[in-house]
């Protein structure tokens, strides 16, 4: 069949077919949305996705990166970045950069979380409001320049523990990672179901409570409801365009399946169907531990491979435990990090490190290989992994790491920061994802004193 161009809306929706259970499924670019092949290949991709990773409790920095001051040519082997390497074509390492919550007063850890996203110190641990969190300035700046109908903004966490009531250790305030417009905390939801509910499931503005109910006691796949438009749009498609729509609905698909089997605390699914409306993450035990921390992230980065390729959202924020959070990883043989956290120089501090970058690189090749337009997401799409503490709950040492093809940023580098504030990161982030204009600085960063990424 011959490729015809623009019959269909980027907007576009598949219902379903009879018009009943409110099922809707957004579409990722195909060609047939656009006038031309230079127009798919301009505007296919849509606009710049962002994601906020969020490592508690610090890191070690000694072993992080090469001891050498060399920052270009350099060789990971042996650091606790080395699992980086596959994807340092296009990303950045940066060291040696001072908490954006100087000179907070208060618990570090508390601190720490609120300001990295924020670039902005919080007075101190009883403050309840603060200011506008980076990954929320994005989604605001979308909703207005690009509205896709959708909420553009996720706040998601492996690990969201806390006490309501502030009696114990892991309070409230420190699972506090993005603010809304008028500074109030945004809670991480750590339950991919709903999630991806929310996103596929829930994108027909019109779908009553009746509907949603019969679509959950129905069982079945979100796809099953809408299988009459998708044959009827292949019809139509050209040969490109069928792979795609058939990668997608695949992914879709898969990603179901995968959410389904996820274990419950002590037991395993045994769902040979996909049964969305019981597989979620356990509530957190009493003893505060996530044994699946790791496989909620492995997770999480399917679940918005498919988002962000279908610009369901385009900002997310994800926390991968609550600062001063006491989970570890079983599988790796790693105990509390939070624990870990008090003795900097043990082995099992670096292990946790590499482990993340492990993790990460991961996530970074899943999105690479998800097609989008003429490329993939990360030729648009800037992902940022960091802690904002460092060594022992320090305010200096911080590290983060910054990948994707957005703007001018030069990666394959190490960027030695020599103690400056990490609040000078995110407004350059911002200026290369074109939310924020060069004249204005974000946070407690003026206009100049964003990073230099370009060089």
């Not at 806390?162 to 305030?173: E, H, K, Q, W």
């Not at 438009?229 to 729509?245: H, N, P, Q, S, T």
């Not at 179901?256 to 509530?283: F, H, M, V």
Request: one cysteine or more; charged letters at 20%; proline letters at 6%.
């Amino acid at each position: 069949m011959a490729k015809s161009h623009g019959f269909i809306s980027r907007r576009h929706l598949l219902r379903c077919a009879a018009g009943g259970l409110g099922t809707a499924i957004a579409l990722p670019p195909l060609e047939a949305m656009f006038g031309s092949d230079a127009a798919f290949a301009a505007a296919g991709r849509g606009r710049p996705r962002f994601l906020a990773i969020y490592q508690p409790n610090g890191h070690q920095a000694a072993t992080f990166t090469p001891a050498s001051a060399q920052l270009r040519n350099f060789d990971l082997r042996g650091t606790n970045s080395e699992p980086l390497s596959p994807i340092m074509d296009i990303t950045t390492i940066f060291r040696r950069m001072t908490s954006a919550s100087a000179p907070s007063e208060g618990n570090a850890h508390l601190t720490a979380i609120v300001s990295w996203l924020s670039a902005k110190p919080i007075p101190n641990d009883d403050s309840r409001v603060h200011s506008i969190s980076a990954d929320v300035f994005i989604a605001e700046h979308y909703e207005k320049v690009a509205p896709t109908g959708r909420r553009q903004h996720l706040a998601l966490a492996g690990s969201p523990f806390i006490d309501p009531g502030r009696t114990g250790y892991n309070n409230d305030m420190k699972s506090w990672l993005s603010s809304d417009r008028n500074g109030n905390r945004i809670q991480s939801d750590n339950n991919l179901v709903r999630t991806f509910d929310d996103l596929f499931r829930g994108a027909d503005p019109g779908a009553s409570q009746q509907q949603i109910d019969a679509r959950r006691i129905a069982k079945k796949s979100v796809l099953d409801f809408v299988i009459g438009d998708i044959d009827a749009l292949e019809k139509k498609l050209g040969a490109a365009d069928k792979r795609v729509l058939s990668s997608y609905v695949d992914s879709i698909r898969d990603l179901e399946i995968r959410l389904d089997q996820l274990p419950a605390a002590g037991g395993t699914a045994s769902c040979t169907k996909p049964n969305l409306t019981l597989s979620q993450y356990a509530p957190f035990a009493p003893d505060r531990t996530e044994p699946n921390m790791d496989r909620h992230w492995k997770e999480t980065t399917q679940l918005l491979a498919v988002a962000f390729q279908c610009e369901a959202v385009r900002s997310v924020s994800y926390m991968i435990e609550t600062e001063a959070g006491e989970s570890g990883y079983p599988s790796q043989g790693l105990p509390d990090s939070h624990g870990l956290s008090h003795n900097p120089g043990t082995p099992g501090y670096g292990k946790r490190d590499r482990y993340h970058a492990q993790l990460y690189a991961e996530m970074i090749e899943t999105f690479r290989k998800t097609p989008v337009a003429d490329g993939n997401l990360m030729d648009n799409m800037l992902v940022l992994w960091g802690a904002g503490i460092g060594v022992n709950h320090s305010k200096t040492d911080l590290m983060a790491v910054l990948s994707g093809r957005v703007g001018t940023v030069k990666h394959n580098a190490l960027r030695d920061m020599g103690g400056r504030s990490a609040a000078g990161l995110i407004p350059a982030i911002l200026k290369q994802l074109g939310v924020l204009p060069e004249s204005e600085g974000f946070g407690v960063a003026k206009p100049g004193e964003s990073f230099d990424l370009s060089s």
